[in-house]
């Protein structure tokens, strides 16, 4: 603004004033048009990831059957590209040191089982079944909550929803052509392990006063140590040499190698748009982009390929979902971190952040 003397006219004075006001108003227009297409991007963005995420996997494990170098390849992908970004200034992650990682060892094996388990639930089940069991999560965590933890007993509400869950999971699991020991075996290991994840993980963090891209870089780098240990319990090792020796003029798949590249570059965008998008938008608002994504990934994986559920099915996993959503509605705006509900990682993102959608952020199931 002008130097304002005593010599100057009031009339000159005021239309000095309004001028440099509305300069102010046109940079904050300015501004707020700037933010308001960032906060989109990063919307859209996490909504790209989340709903895509689950389909990309099962679409990388068919084409890259090895689950545990499959798993291993994305902790590799999200612990160095957090220590990366960190290193260009693009983010900050607590600095690795063997003291908390002792402590935090437990919670990252944890989190290696939720994963190894899901990834092999995708193996042999469809998306479809992943969602079903995926959305009982938070049955089972209000359950142990309040046996274990000594929460109180969900609300009449709350309750209702859960039912609503557990009858669209039911329904679906009797309706379900393709049934197969295998998988639901899986299945059950997938939910007994999320739901250890999210209830002991929600203790572990808090205590640890880890932040966030600190969760993300100890997670996967601690559980990319311990996948060798899988790959020999599991055997995968062997069957690895074997299809390398026998294909050894021709081992690579472009195919193959482009489904697992997306799988681990999404896990890792998860993590950042998750985590974006939480800062940028309300919780209300980053729930209700989380439920939409569910109904993405169902609309997509049916559309894309035959590998989903009958008509019934869907119908059934859509009745799931919709118990999601009421429980979602019944815990908002309660204080305290409801059940089921995820730390920010959270991410499958693989996670991994939903992932609901936040567990399928990368950094606390991302893959998820």
Wanted: net charge positive.
């Amino acid at each position: 603004m002008a130097p304002v003397g005593r010599n100057i006219k009031p009339e000159t004075r005021l239309a000095l004033v309004l001028a440099e006001a509305e300069n102010i108003i046109m940079d904050l227009t300015k501004l707020d048009s700037k933010q308001y297409y960032a906060t989109s991007s990063l919307v859209v963005g996490y909504a790209l990831c989340s709903s895509l995420l689950a389909v990309i996997n099962k679409f990388a494990i068919t084409m890259f059957n090895y689950p545990g170098l499959l798993t291993a390849l994305q902790y590799l992908t999200s612990a160095l590209g957090v220590w990366v970004l960190g290193k260009l200034g693009f983010l900050h992650h607590d600095s690795f040191n063997f003291e908390t990682a002792k402590k935090f060892l437990p919670a990252a094996t944890v989190f290696y089982l939720a994963i190894f388990t899901n990834t092999n639930l995708l193996r042999h089940a469809n998306v479809d079944t992943f969602i079903v069991f995926r959305s009982l999560t938070p049955l089972l965590v209000a359950i142990a909550d309040t046996t274990f933890r000594k929460q109180p007993c969900p609300s009449k509400f709350t309750f209702f929803s859960l039912v609503v869950i557990l009858a669209g999971a039911v329904g679906y699991v009797m309706t379900d052509s393709a049934f197969n020991l295998t998988a639901y075996s899986w299945a059950l290991a997938y939910l007994v392990t999320i739901t250890t994840e999210m209830v002991y993980i929600k203790h572990m963090v808090t205590n640890l006063g880890l932040n966030t891209w600190g969760f993300v870089f100890y997670n996967n780098l601690l559980s990319l140590m311990m996948a060798p240990i899988f790959w020999i319990i599991t055997g995968e090792y062997t069957d690895v040499f074997t299809a390398y020796g026998s294909h050894s003029k021709n081992w690579f798949d472009s195919v193959a190698f482009v489904a697992v590249a997306l799988s681990c570059v999404f896990g890792l965008l998860i993590s950042f748009f998750g985590f974006a998008a939480r800062k940028a938008i309300s919780a209300t608002a980053f729930t209700v982009t989380g439920v939409v994504n569910k109904f993405l990934t169902v609309a997509i994986n049916v559309l894309i390929w035959d590998k989903h559920a009958s008509p019934l099915g869907l119908v059934c996993l859509l009745l799931t979902l919709v118990g999601g959503i009421l429980y979602q509605q019944s815990v908002t705006g309660k204080g305290p971190i409801p059940h089921g509900s995820a730390l920010p990682k959270q991410a499958s993102v693989p996670v991994k952040v939903d992932s609901g959608d936040e567990n399928e952020q990368s950094g606390l199931s991302g893959k998820n």
